[in-house]
């Protein structure tokens, strides 16, 4: 199904005789965990309003991300929180949009410094699973009127709600970039290394061991960039020689982590864990004891990412320590085996079945794609 | 301003409510004495009082469940409060509510450098969770106005900003997890040290829902590394319409400033008669500050200074020395006590989008002289967080209820062009029954369903947020 605007997309949902797969590019590749028609969000799509001088934007949910990516370049501006493509890792080939960045609460390597998808969301418009029509939050970048459903919708996958418009606070692009590259360092170390960076005033934008590679990445003026790499390589010689790499190259190098390019291609199970950065290699550790695990450390240790073999559930990782993990790529079976997403506590999961019954009576909206049934 | 009539039936078993809160709380942590309560009768929206039925003052998030599972089986309606320095009657009771009041919760729960975290009970103020970590360099970013006494409950509870947000964000882009009771006294922890959220982002919807859902008893909070250094630069103008397209400028330039201040001529005038700080006599003026090593604080501001100069202005002054940058900051920090000095003031919140800067200026000088009231304008300009200050006379009678509808109409006019009623300081009962201005029925519906989900009997700071029209049906027992 496909829709036009708000007004079609509340009729689409009010006439719905049954479930609907709330899909916009399609690019996370777990569309068919849910089973029931296809409701496409691509024909929501547009910008609405663009002020560079107030660092706001306002566009429709199904806007290619592309799209919005190329209209800030040529203003000098960027999504700060730089979300990841996921085509590569999914083998999908349908177009990010927004609407699915804002619903998967999808962000980057530069979390860590400046914050989550949803810390830049700063209004929505959705359609809920009654078939009303629903704002909240705004443009204007500090809001508190009303309850801030703006952060309830980032993250809740379609099943609240379809979003139809999204108005997003956006900065202004770095001049320049440079990374830190220290080789040679166990997980422990590494991430010991990137805690040290990220604990003194040197704006590190980008904090990750990968591929051997503990990097930080720095962005700004370029005399600022200059001075502040070789301040935190000093601050670092503990570590061992820092190299630094030049703007080109760290373009590559996070683009690289941004969009887990080492998983692409390989056989197995992509998890996504989230954790305190320092209980990050205890993870790692425990991700191999298990079995082949292939281990990528960004925002400082604190996301996880983990190839595994199939049929192998990481949660068992997690023993004790807080976080969780999510089932980011597996084929279908390995998604309806293990869950995509991490068992919620008893009274969590009363409040998020408490929800979903109140923006979706009817159960229609991407009905159970977030539940996973508690395990042993 | 109207609140639900108390419900006789709390009044009548005073006795025996106070009675169980006493045997479940040590000594001297129920307060019932009319002569006592009446400390908790307002908060900073002084305008209105009320003295509760009775205050409680648990230490421990055990004492916080054992009140709310009384009150809950009880149904007496409870209002949370912090430190009581909300501005639009956040904290403000009923004569049926019980005061739940987290002030004795203070403690620091554990510092974590390696992580960048802080965990505190949530009646810890503001400027003493800095106080715990700034010997290690480290400090928590919002930076409410309030922050020697504000606790970090009303914090989290209000969504609090302060001056320093256009660069760290407000509260909820700092609260990384809470433990937050129910009103039936469950107890839950929602994220923690991680950074992202299982599930439903539940974190993001407690965070501003002025103690509706639930009662934040501990709260663990992001720590950032102190900058090397900071320092601001003064620019005077000679209309609001070259200081807004000044700020617009240093924004699109790619500069990103911690703090862009605004203060208008009236603004200035009062703070010049009261502390004298040297401010040039404009018709605006900015105070822009930037962080980062003296080379980077140096090449930003000479970048500010040029964007400054193709806009005519009547004064430049860059701070070079601490000496210089306080002198700088002195007016900008007393401004709401200069305004004080000539007269009782209402201060209003609302944001616009920083475009329409100039023309809301221009009306609310429009309505000034309408209403025969004047108005100070002092706020951050760069995320665009207006505050009016609306001066009128307290002993006059009718004076109060003119600001109020002055205020109204400024509110209005903020949603008018796009912002919003409140962009720090919360809905309360000050802009309760503005909120048909800014959302549909069905908004304020969905949201009101969030608190069926948390609080289905709506005991938890009911009288609140929504205007009583639309709230009474969830409300009614």
Redesign the interface.
């Known amino acids: 199904m496909h829709v036009c605007d708000e007004k079609e997309l509340s009729e689409a949902i009010v006439s719905a005789e049954g479930p609907l797969r709330i899909i916009g590019g399609g690019t996370r590749g777990f569309a068919d965990t849910v089973s029931g028609t296809e409701l496409s969000t691509l024909g929501l799509n547009g910008v609405r309003v663009y ?6 934007l306002v566009v429709g949910a199904g806007t290619p991300v592309s799209e919005v990516e190329a209209l800030l370049q040529a ?2 501006q960027r999504l700060a929180f730089e979300p990841m493509d996921h085509r590569g890792l999914t083998g999908q080939s349908g177009p990010p949009t927004i609407g699915g960045m804002a619903a998967a ?1 999808v ?1 980057g390597p530069r ?2 410094q400046v ?2 998808c ?2 830049f969301l700063l209004g929505v418009r959705f359609v ?1 699973g009654a078939g ?5 939050g ?15 919708m ?3 996958f379609g099943t ?1 709600g379809v979003l139809s418009e999204l108005s997003l606070k956006v ?5 320049t970039a440079a990374t830190l590259r220290i080789e040679g360092l166990d997980d422990s170390r590494a991430i ?1 290394a990137l ?1 040290a960076a ?4 040197f ?1 590190v934008s980008g904090a990750a061991h990968t591929e051997g590679a503990t990097l930080l990445r720095l962005e ?2 370029a ?2 960039v200059s ?2 790499a070789k ?1 935190l390589a000093t601050h670092l010689s503990r570590f061992g020689p820092a190299e630094i790499l030049d703007h080109t190259a760290t373009d590559m190098i996070w683009k690289r982590l941004r969009d887990v390019v080492p998983f692409h291609d390989r056989p197995g199970n992509v998890w996504r864990i ?5 209980d990050g290699p205890r993870i790692g550790a425990a991700l191999r004891d298990m079995g082949e695990a292939q281990i990528i450390y960004d ?1 400082g240790g ?2 996880v990412w983990a190839l595994l073999p199939d049929d192998i559930d990481a949660r068992a990782a997690l023993q004790g320590i ?3 993990a ?1 089932l980011e790529r597996a084929n279908l079976e390995n998604r309806k085996t293990l869950g995509v ?2 068992p ?2 008893a ?2 999961a009363q ?2 079945a ?2 979903r019954a ?2 979706d009576p009817r159960g229609i909206l991407n009905p159970g794609l ?1 539940q996973t049934a508690k395990r042993g | 301003m109207d609140m639900p009539t108390p419900d006789p039936s709390v009044l009548s078993r005073k006795d025996e409510i106070v009675a169980r809160l006493r045997a479940a709380l040590p000594e001297g942590a129920v307060i019932a004495d009319p002569t006592e309560t009446r400390a908790y009768e307002c908060d900073a929206l002084t305008a209105y009082r009320c003295p509760p039925l009775a205050v409680v003052l648990p230490a421990s998030t055990a004492e916080v469940a054992a009140v709310l599972k009384i009150c809950h089986a009880a149904r007496v309606p409870v209002v949370p409060r912090g430190s009581g320095t909300s501005l639009s009657g956040g904290a403000l009771p009923t004569a049926d509510s019980v005061i739940l009041g987290v002030s004795r919760l203070n403690q620091v729960l554990e510092t ?5 975290f802080i965990r505190v009970q949530s009646g810890r103020t503001n400027l003493s969770v800095t106080g715990a970590v700034e010997a290690n ?2 400090f928590y970013a919002p930076d409410p106005s309030s922050q020697l006494a504000c606790a970090i409950a009303g914090n989290v509870a ?2 609090s ?1 302060g001056a320093h ?2 660069k760290y ?2 509260t ?2 700092n609260l990384l997890g809470v433990t937050l009771v129910q009103m039936d006294g ?1 107890v ?1 922890e ?1 994220g ?14 407690i ?3 002025e103690g509706q859902l639930g009662v934040v008893t501990e709260a663990t909070l992001r720590i950032l ?4 250094g900071a320092r601001p630069i003064l620019i005077g103008f000679d209309s609001n319409e070259a200081a807004g397209a000044c ?3 240093i ?6 400033p911690v703090a862009i201040e605004f203060m208008d001529r009236p603004c200035i005038r009062a703070t010049e008669a009261f502390v004298h700080a040297g401010y040039p006599d404009v018709e605006a003026l900015l105070i822009v500050e930037v962080e ?2 003296k ?2 604080i140096d ?2 501001l000479a970048r500010i200074s040029d964007i400054a100069t193709r806009h005519n202005p009547v004064e430049i002054r860059q701070s070079k020395s601490p000496e210089e940058s306080a002198r700088i900051w002195a007016g900008r920090k007393s401004a709401f006590g200069a305004m004080g000095q000539i007269n009782d003031y209402l201060c209003l919140d609302g ?5 329409q800067l100039p023309h809301v200026l221009q009306r609310i000088r429009q309505l000034s002289g309408q209403y025969g009231l004047d108005v100070g304008n002092v706020f ?1 300009a760069g ?3 207006m505050h009016p200050l609306i001066l009128f006379d307290a002993n006059k009678p009718g004076d109060l209820a003119k600001a109020e509808a002055m205020g109204a109409d400024i509110l209005r006019l903020c949603v008018e062009v ?10 309360g009962v000050e ?1 309760r029954e503005l ?1 048909f201005d ?3 029925a ?6 009101m ?6 609080d289905p009997g709506w005991l938890l700071n009911p009288a609140k ?2 205007p009583l029209s639309v709230s009474n049906a969830h409300r009614a027992p």
């Not at chain 1, 009303?132 to 909240?136: A, D, L, P």
């Not at chain 2, 590394?225 to 090397?228: G, I, L, M, S, Y």
């Open positions: 002020k560079p001088g107030a660092l706001t203003q000098g609460n962000s979390r860590i914050g989550a949803r810390d809920d009303r029509i629903i704002k909240n705004g443009r204007v970048m500090k809001n508190v009127t009303g309850y801030d459903l703006v952060k309830l980032a993250g809740s609240l900065l202004p692009a770095a001049e010991e805690a990220l604990a003194a005033p704006d700004g003026f005399q600022s001075a502040r301040k989230s954790v305190k950065p320092s925002w604190g996301l807080r976080g969780h999510r997403f991490a919620e506590s009274v969590i409040i998020s408490g929800l109140r923006f977030m | 974590d450098y390696q992580n960048r360099g480290f209000m969504n900003g947000c256009l964000g407000v909820t882009n469950t839950i929602i923690g040290a991680h950074l992202d959220a299982a599930g439903l982002d539940l974190l993001g919807v965070c501003g829902s590394h102190k900058p090397e700020v617009a400028d924004i699109k330039a790619g500069v990103l980062g090593d080379a980077d090449a930003q944001t616009i989008p920083v475009s951050h995320d665009g967080n796009g912002g919003c009623l409140t962009g720090e300081h919360g809905v802009k909120m800014q959302f549909s069905e908004d304020m519906a969905v949201q369903a969030v608190k069926d989900v948390f947020v929504f």
